[in-house]
C-alpha cells in the first residue's frame, strides 16, 4: 500500500498455516499407532490387525493432503 512489498503468505497467519501442516502430518502416523496399540479383535490374526492400522494412517493421510 505505501510502497512496501510484502510476499504472498508472509503475515500473522503464515505461522499458524505453518503449524497446520505439521499437525496434518503427524495426525496419520497418530492414527496407526493408536489404531496399531489397539488389541485385535477376536478371530483377527495380529498381523491382519496391524495392515489394517497402516491402511487407517494411509486413507487419513490422504484424506489431510499434508504435502
Same mark, same amino acid.
Given at each position: ?6 510476499? *504472498? !503468505? =508472509?503475515?500473522?497467519?503464515? !505461522?499458524?498455516?505453518?503449524?497446520? /501442516?505439521?499437525? /496434518?502430518?503427524? +495426525?496419520?502416523?497418530? &492414527? =496407526?499407532? &493408536?489404531?496399531? +496399540?489397539?488389541? =485385535?479383535?477376536?478371530?483377527?490374526? *495380529? ?10 494412517? &494411509?486413507?487419513? !493421510? +490422504? &484424506?489431510?493432503?499434508?504435502?
Amino acid at each position: 500500500m505505501w510502497g512496501l512489498a510484502l510476499e *504472498p !503468505g =508472509a503475515g500473522p497467519q503464515s !505461522g499458524l498455516r505453518a503449524q497446520m /501442516k505439521h499437525w /496434518k502430518a503427524i +495426525l496419520p502416523i497418530g &492414527v =496407526a499407532v &493408536v489404531l496399531g +496399540l489397539i488389541p =485385535a479383535p477376536d478371530g483377527l490374526p *495380529p498381523h491382519a490387525w496391524w495392515y489394517f492400522a497402516i491402511f487407517a494412517g &494411509v486413507i487419513a !493421510g +490422504l &484424506v489431510l493432503e499434508p504435502l
